[in-house]
Nanobody
């Protein structure tokens, strides 16, 4: 059974930093891509950043140059380093891991709150 365990959310002041982690376990299949999404109250879930197995990355325009996505492939873990946080970054952040054969799975979500 696939499990994605997220950690690292919390409350931070504007301009601060947080680092999210998401560790995947329970699958024997390779990973195609790992990513982070977020959903603010009353809004749709949106892509924040994604990284492919080949190392290619894609970021939402609103976080580019502030957030960095990275992976530890041996640990099947994806990270999101978030710097220069803004109140509008407040949301529940979800990791997503796309496995070959079995498709994508979601983490349980972790709350990030940025105070002004």
């Amino acid at each position: 059974q696939v499990q994605l365990v997220e950690s690292g959310g919390g409350l931070v002041k504007a301009g601060g930093s947080l680092r999210l982690s998401c560790a995947a376990s329970g699958s024997i299949f390779s990973i195609n891509a790992m990513g982070w999404y977020r959903q603010a109250p009353g809004k749709q879930r949106e892509l924040v950043a994604v990284i492919t197995s080949g190392g290619g990355t894609n970021y939402a325009r609103s976080v580019k140059d502030r957030f960095t996505i990275s992976t530890d492939n041996a640990k099947k873990t994806v990270y999101l380093q978030m710097n220069s946080l803004k109140p509008e970054d407040t949301a529940v952040y979800y990791c997503n891991v796309d496995f070959s054969i079995t498709g994508g799975y979601w983490g349980q979500g972790t709350q990030v709150t940025v105070s002004s």
